[in-house]
Antibody
Framework: EVQLVESGGGLVQPGRSMKLSCAAS????????MAWVRQAPTKGLEWVAT????????YYRDSVKGRFTISRDNAKSTLYLQMNSLRSEDTATYYC???????WGQGVMVTVSS | DVVLTQTPSILSATIGQSVSISCRSS???????????LYWFLQRPGQSPQRLIY???NLGSGVPNRFSGSGSGTDFTLKISGVEAEDLGVYYC????????FGAGTKLELK
């Protein structure tokens, strides 16, 4: 059974950093591109970033370029999202998903507030 | 950015009724590789999104065949042939031909 389990969320002050993790199981992690998608409270879905199966290529939405870094450790079957210079508008539930968008984690909440 | 316009924003239906949701793109979603990366998702209250349809018309694993997708270029449709109670929630279209974007969502509720 494919499972994606996010962790690392919580409350953080504006301008500070936070790192999200997504532990994958039930499939060969190193064969799949992965992505992060977020959803602000009561809002719709918003793609954040994608990484290729081997980590050699990464893609970001404009509003997070230069602040967020997507990465992966295939030996640990884990996806990461390093978020720096956080803003109030980054407050959202962050979902980890395979790049085919066929499997999603349960999501982790990030609240940026002073 | 590619803008996806979903209509209607709210859809009221009775159990057993057939309904359709439209998704129109501001640019063609036909990729140079010949694929059209248009997806449909359902997000039930309090749950993660579930992929229903991929590449315009392909049914996701385990998705009931009352769901169907169609369209090409810039105009796409999701049809539910006989709404069931478990189908209630918010439906999103998404494109990944360009930098991925989602439609604003269509809330399906009981009439």
């Amino acid at each position: 059974e494919v499972q994606l389990v996010e962790s690392g969320g919580g409350l953080v002050q504006p301008g500070r950093s936070m790192k999200l993790s997504c532990a994958a199981s039930g499939f060969t992690f190193s064969n799949y591109g992965m992505a992060w998608v977020r959803q602000a409270p009561t809002k719709g879905l918003e793609w954040v970033a994608t990484i290729s199966y081997d980590g050699s290529s990464t893609y970001y939405r404009d509003s997070v370029k230069g602040r967020f870094t997507i990465s992966r450790d295939n030996a640990k079957s884990t996806l990461y999202l390093q978020m720096n210079s956080l803003r109030s508008e980054d407050t959202a539930t962050y979902y980890c998903t395979r790049a085919r968008f066929d499997y999603w984690g349960q999501g982790v909440m990030v609240t940026v507030s002073s | 950015d590619v803008v996806l316009t979903q209509t209607p924003s709210i859809l009221s239906a009775t159990i057993g009724q057939s309904v359709s949701i439209s998704c129109r793109s501001s640019q063609s979603l036909l990729d140079s590789d010949g694929n059209t990366y248009l997806y449909w998702f359902l997000q039930r209250p309090g749950q993660s999104p579930q992929r229903l349809i991929y590449l315009v018309s392909n049914l996701g694993s385990g998705v009931p065949n009352r769901f169907s997708g169609s369209g090409s270029g810039t105009d796409f449709t999701l049809k539910i042939s006989g709404v069931e109670a478990e189908d209630l929630g918010v439906y999103y279209c998404m494109q990944a031909t360009h930098a991925p974007t989602f439609g604003a969502g269509t809330k399906l509720e009981l009439k």
